[in-house]
């Protein structure tokens, strides 16, 4: 049995970057062997394995061959005769397909010590078109990686065009297209993430869409900076700053379809929800008593009653987005507080009740955002 450090951790030594995670590879071993020395399985497509103390992932080393649609069709093969040349073979880039020895050494078959001093994305293999997640996962790996001068390999955006006029896009889960895109999201560059795929014209098919219009990305550049100077930046604002680029400049314009294509979690649907009907109902230029009520209709939909930190991410998209003046949002938030001081209790003392305490609410928080707004 002989254990290998591969993938991310060693191409972010190699990087100088910090290592969050490890994993291992295993060559020689059979599932019972692992087994007995006291690790848990937990993988049903393949064996991986977690180390019974620090719980790392040890996979055995494994061949794939593709035989379905999507990045699920593959027919996965792990025996003891599997060479670790053979698993890093399997792997999407070069940069991923170093391992490193307990001793140190580093097996580097395929070049990606020379492609991490070039500076250059590139697939391992031809096998590269054969999960169509793979183009996503460049698409991040590039964002991630575009601050170091990384670039991808003129054959590999070859070979991704390829696979998107093959339309192998279209086959994968809505929930795996979520998850790279949240990351991406979050992540140092989300706009070169999304850019690299609309020059690729992959978001038709991720979206589910016949016609797009390519859009420009620019309002997710503001995301790289709030990433250190907002604390409170959350996925759903950058998921809401996302989807009013979608709705601005593509062809989608309905944003619950959008969410519900995305499969986004409810949280960051209900923000661009927010954001969509906001910018529906407000002009960004001023904010005054002949449109109270579509700031009441505003207020009323955020609930900052009981929602208060959905209503302060409202605010910290809207500035993101630089809709408005720092004065008119200002309005609008004095003009939210206004509304929350109506206090319910008061009126409930007049004997007001059932409907007819919902009616006076409605209208005494009404007459609280007039008088904020004059």
């Known amino acids: 049995m002989e254990i290998y450090l591969v993938g991310g ?191 690729l014209n992959a978001w038709p098919q991720l979206l589910g869409v016949n016609h797009w219009q390519p859009v420009s990305w620019t309002s997710l550049q503001v995301l790289r900076h709030s990433l250190q100077s907002e604390p409170d930046y959350t996925l759903n604002i950058a998921y809401t700053i996302f989807a009013q680029a979608v709705l601005h400049e593509a062809v989608i314009s309905d944003d619950r379809e959008l969410a519900a294509t995305l499969r986004v979690p409810n949280e960051c649907a209900e923000l661009s929800a927010l954001a969509t009907l906001l910018k529906q109902e407000l002009e960004p230029t001023s904010l005054s008593t002949d449109c109270a009520n579509a700031v009441t209709k505003v207020i009323q939909r955020a609930d900052p009653i009981r929602r208060p930190e959905r209503w302060q991410d409202l605010l910290t998209t809207l500035a993101l987005l630089d809709w408005g003046s720092a004065d008119v949002r200002q309005r609008l938030s004095e003009a939210a507080v206004a509304y929350q001081t109506v206090n319910p209790q008061t009126l409930m003392e007049l004997g007001l009740q059932g409907a007819d305490l919902g009616q006076a609410l409605k209208e005494k928080r009404h007459e609280a955002v007039c008088r904020a707004l004059q």
């Open 9 to 199: 951790a060693v191409r972010d030594e190699l990087l100088g970057l910090d290592v969050h995670e490890r994993d291992y590879v295993v060559v020689g071993a059979t599932p019972d062997e692992m087994l007995t020395q006291g690790f848990t399985q937990v993988g049903k497509d393949f064996p991986v394995f977690l180390h019974p103390d620090s719980k790392e992932e040890y996979a055995l080393a494994r061949t794939e061959r593709k035989s379905g649609k999507g990045y699920t069709g593959f027919d996965c093969y792990a025996a003891p005769d599997v060479t670790l040349e053979d698993d890093l073979q399997r792997r999407d880039l070069t940069i991923n397909a170093i391992a490193k020895a307990a001793d140190g050494t580093l097996i580097d078959p395929y070049q990606g010590q020379l492609d991490i001093q070039r500076r250059t994305l590139r697939h391992v293999s031809a096998a590269f078109s054969e999960d169509p997640l793979r183009i996503l996962r460049l698409a991040r790996f590039a964002a991630r990686f575009e601050p170091l001068g990384f670039s991808i390999a003129d054959e590999t955006w070859q070979l991704m065009l390829n696979m998107v006029e093959a339309e192998e896009l279209g086959h994968l889960a809505k929930e795996r297209i979520w998850q790279e895109l949240n990351r991406s999201l979050l992540g140092p560059s989300p706009d070169v993430f999304c850019r690299i795929l609309d020059d």
